[in-house]
Nanobody, 129 residues
Framework: QVQLLESGGGLVQPGGSLRLSCAAS????????IGWFRQAPGKEREGVSC????????YYADSAKGRFTISRDIRKNTVYLQMNSLKPEDTAVYFC??????????????????????WGQGTQVTVSS
């Protein structure tokens, strides 16, 4: 059974950092692309970043460029999202997702939510002074 478990969220001051983790179980995460998404209250789910199966391709939404870094630890079957220089507008529930049912090509990934079929429960990130 495919499961994704996000962790690492919390309350942080503006300008601070957090590292989110997406731990995979029931499958080998390095065989699949992983995407990070977020959803703020009253807003639609937004794609933040993704990493391809090969790890050669990463993508960042404009809101994340230069501040967030996505990476994968194969040994731990975990994908990370390092978030630096956090802003109040980064406040949201952050989700990771994968494409087990219809995998992307080896060097592809996407931040379109409808292209992923397995989701974690999310972790809350609050950026506030």
């Amino acid at each position: 059974q495919v499961q994704l478990l996000e962790s690492g969220g919390g309350l942080v001051q503006p300008g601070g950092s957090l590292r989110l983790s997406c731990a995979a179980s029931g499958f080998t995460s390095d065989y699949y692309a992983i995407g990070w998404f977020r959803q703020a209250p009253g807003k639609e789910r937004e794609g933040v970043s993704c990493i391809s199966r090969s790890d050669r391709t990463t993508y960042y939404a404009d809101s994340a460029k230069g501040r967030f870094t996505i990476s994968r630890d194969i040994r731990k079957n975990t994908v990370y999202l390092q978030m630096n220089s956090l802003k109040p507008e980064d406040t949201a529930v952050y989700f990771c997702a994968t494409d087990v049912g219809a995998p992307f090509y080896y060097n592809d990934c996407s931040v379109k939510a409808d292209e992923y079929d397995s989701w974690g429960q999310g972790t809350q990130v609050t950026v506030s002074s």
